[in-house]
């Protein structure tokens, strides 16, 4: 009886959640007049929306862009806060936990606070128009991603590191050829977070960008609703079947690495 209510509450959960999604892709496939009327199947069904909005706005650049950017951004952000996690996690300096604990407080400084700053700095560099801004400051890693990383690399066995320094293996052997392969499930959550947070962020994009061949997904969601959505077109079809476009690729990349993923996420080690 209590697996029977198990499984009713996670039927439940899901039905809750993957209704605005079926909601979504159903509105994209219905006619102008049918799209909001709540039938969960479309009828008429009008799958020429997707080829419609495809003729009439660039998303293909647009897909390429976002692939380009997300995947810099994750790089980035995963390779560089792996380097400073793990330093933190292996190695023993004066001070090291007060700067580790400063790294953590950058977190709850808004984003807001240094966004014009950021900007002046871009626009000293003569980059504010390109899309560099949107991945390489991470670059410089992230605290939560450097939190995240260290708490596996705390959890390695240090004997194996220590043996490995007698037979005369490098740091950055040790960090390379050890450590990286070891955090695999670690790495992959890292990535896949930062990959799904360039692909749906908006706010980068809408300060940098102003040549629509440069705009990412989110930009250009933005551009067709201003032209088919409120105070446009209205032709809402058009920006729902965008809208579903932009989110198919998210949900197939959760399928494709949600076995590293759930791993990564349920699997936390503490000094």
Known sequence: MKRVGVWAALLVVTVAFGYPFWWLVSASLKDRAHVFDNTLLPRPFS?????????????????GNSVAVGLAAAAAATAASALV?????????????????VVLA?????????MVPVYLEWHALGLATTQIPLWAQNLFGSAFYIFLLRQFFLGLPREVFDAAKVDGASAWRLFTSMALPLAKPGLVVVFVFELK?????????????????????PRGLKAVLDRFGEGGEEQWELVLAASAIATVPMVLLFLVAQRHFV?????????
Not at 54 to 61: E, I, K, M, S
Not at 85 to 101: H, I, K, Q, V, Y
Not at 204 to 211: A, Q
Not at 263 to 271: C, L
């Open 85 to 101: 996690a793990f330093g933190f996690a292996m190695f023993r300096f004066r001070g090291r936990d007060l700067l580790f604990g």
């Open 197 to 217: 947070a360039a692909w749906t962020d908006l706010v980068k994009p809408l300060i940098y960008l102003r040549d629509p061949q440069l705009y990412t997904l």
């Open 263 to 271: 791993r990564g996420t349920v699997t936390q080690h503490v000094e």
């Open 47 to 63: 799958p020429g929306n997707y080829v419609e909005v495809w003729q009439a706005v660039p998303l293909l650049t647009w897909i």
């Open 106 to 114: 950058t977190m709850m400084l808004p984003a807001a606070v240094t």
